[in-house]
């Protein structure tokens, strides 16, 4: 059974910092792994979609990495801002559309 | 504007009453699905379609009841309500080719039973 763990689960950094988020999921055999953005009381909004094929997916100051053989995604986010004051989800699809969640890292930036 | 909504936004019920949450998406996906989200547990997958009339149980379908009658439409229907329902809900679509595409989801409904 696939499980998807991200720690830590809570973290707290200075406005204009650069910083990682990481997931670790135990089953390799994955197609696919989204990183979502939940606000509170909100919905999900999806960042980043990165394939099993591929290494990396950018888009803006995002850049999301994966290595599929090692169990591991990471989530960079370069020069923080407030808004981006989020819960941020790693999910993993195994090729039947059901995605796996972590529970998620809540970020909060400090001006 | 592409998107999944759902209604009702927030619900509160008593138990035992039955209640639908509606889905619908304008993407043309043939693949939806249902979740719950709740602290320490993450989100969940209750049901999902992978088509018009074809519909499977996730991780924790008990209590509830789906149908997909439209291709657009994929409510959520819960017979008899109880406390233990209460969560945050949403349902999400994909055009469901073999993992290989972005899962939308809609705004959420959160419903409290009493």
């Known amino acids: 059974k696939q499980e998807v763990t991200q720690i830590p689960a809570a973290l707290s950094v200075p406005e204009g910092e650069n910083l990682v988020l990481n997931c670790s999921f135990t089953d390799s055999a994955i197609y696919n792994l989204q990183w979502f953005r939940q606000d509170p009381g909100k919905g999900l909004t999806s960042l980043l979609l990165?394939?099993?094929?591929?290494r990396e997916q950018t888009s803006g100051r995002l850049n999301a990495s994966l290595d599929k053989s090692s169990g591991r995604s990471t989530l960079y986010i370069a020069a923080s801002q407030p808004g981006d004051s989020a819960t941020y989800l790693c999910a993993v699809n195994a090729g039947n559309e059901k995605l796996t969640f972590g529970t998620g890292t809540r970020l909060t930036i400090i001006p | 504007e592409a998107q999944v909504t759902q209604n009702p936004r927030y619900l509160i019920t008593v138990t035992g009453k039955k209640l639908t949450v509606t889905c619908s998406q304008n993407m043309n996906h043939e693949y939806m699905s249902w979740y719950r989200q709740d602290p320490g547990l993450g989100l969940r997958q209750i049901y999902y379609?992978?088509?018009?009339?074809?519909?499977d149980k996730g991780d924790v379908p008990e209590g509830y009841k789906v149908s997909r009658k439209e291709k657009r439409n994929f409510p959520l229907i819960l017979e008899s309500p109880s406390p233990n329902q209460t969560s945050l809900y949403f349902c999400?679509?994909?055009?469901?080719?073999?993992?290989?595409?972005?899962?939308?989801f809609g705004p959420g409904t959160r419903l409290t039973v009493l």
């Open positions: 999400a679509s994909t055009t469901g080719l073999a993992g290989r595409n972005e899962q939308f």
């Open positions: 379609s992978m088509n018009v009339e074809v519909t």
């Open positions: 990165i394939q099993s094929s591929q």
